[in-house]
Antibody, heavy 117, light 107 residues
Framework: QVTLRESGPALVQPTQTLTLTCTFS??????????VSWIRQPPGKALEWLAR???????YYSTSLKTNVTISKDTSKNEVVLTMTNVDPVDTATYYC?????????WGQGTLVTVSS | DIQVTQSPSSLSASVGDTVTITCRAS??????LNWYQQKPRKAPNLLIY???NLQSGVPSRFSGRRSGTDFTLTISSLQPEDFATYYC?????????FGQGTKVEIK
């Protein structure tokens, strides 16, 4: 059974660094063609793709966010971590992690992060 | 980045209607277009991958087609549980990108 779960702070102050963890089970990121991505959704708005990390440690980032975002994995813990520096209120969103290389067949439930002072 | 333009942004339909949603890619993406359904306060759910492949467990009233850079999601005989927001996503070239969504509402 595949599951993913996002965790992290619910509230972050502007200019701070946001760190989110995706803990998954039912698959391994050491398996060829396996991948985990982060996607976010501001309240009432569309989905926005943020970053992806592949089984071979290749990493891909949103063009608009790549200077602020880092994705990493810990295969021993079955975790993928997203770090976003210098956050702004516009980064307020529900953040999802999802499994898949080209499409996402399993998603976490999402975690709402509010950026506010 | 490849843009995917989704239309309409919203539509009203009745149970039993056939509904079509379109995504147009800004360049050729072959068949690398996927469709998701999202209900309020829930994560998206994969419906169609690779342009026209039905995800396991998804009802056959959902179908996807490609014509050049235009992709359509068709819902035949709309059911009450189909009222939701639908998103397309291209996966031809990184970064992957999503459409702006289509909200299907009850008429």
């Amino acid at each position: 059974q595949v599951t993913l779960r996002e965790s992290g702070p619910a509230l972050v102050q502007p200019t701070q660094t946001l760190t989110l963890t995706c803990t998954f089970s039912g698959f391994s990121l050491t398996t060829s063609k396996m991948s985990v991505s982060w996607i976010r959704q501001p309240p009432g708005k569309a989905l926005e793709w943020l970053a992806r990390i592949d089984w071979d440690d290749d990493k891909y980032y949103s063009t608009s966010l790549k200077t602020n975002v880092t994705i990493s994995k810990d295969t021993s813990k079955n975790e993928v971590v997203l770090t976003m520096t210098n956050v702004d209120p516009v980064d307020t969103a529900t953040y999802y992690c999802a499994r898949g290389l080209r499409w996402y067949d399993y998603w976490g439930q999402g975690t709402l992060v509010t950026v506010s002072s | 980045d490849i843009q995917v333009t989704q239309s309409p942004s919203s539509l009203s339909a009745s149970v039993g209607d056939t509904v079509t949603i379109t995504c147009r890619a800004s360049q050729s993406i072959n068949d690398y277009l996927n469709w998701y359904q999202q209900k309020p306060r829930k994560a998206p759910n994969l419906l169609i991958y690779g342009g026209s492949n039905l995800q396991s467990g998804v009802p056959s009233r959902f179908s996807g087609r490609r014509s050049g850079t235009d992709f359509t999601l068709t819902i035949s005989s709309l059911q009450p549980e189909d009222f939701a927001t639908y998103y397309c996503q291209q996966s031809y070239t990184s970064p992957w990108t999503f459409g702006q969504g289509t909200k299907v509402e009850i008429k």
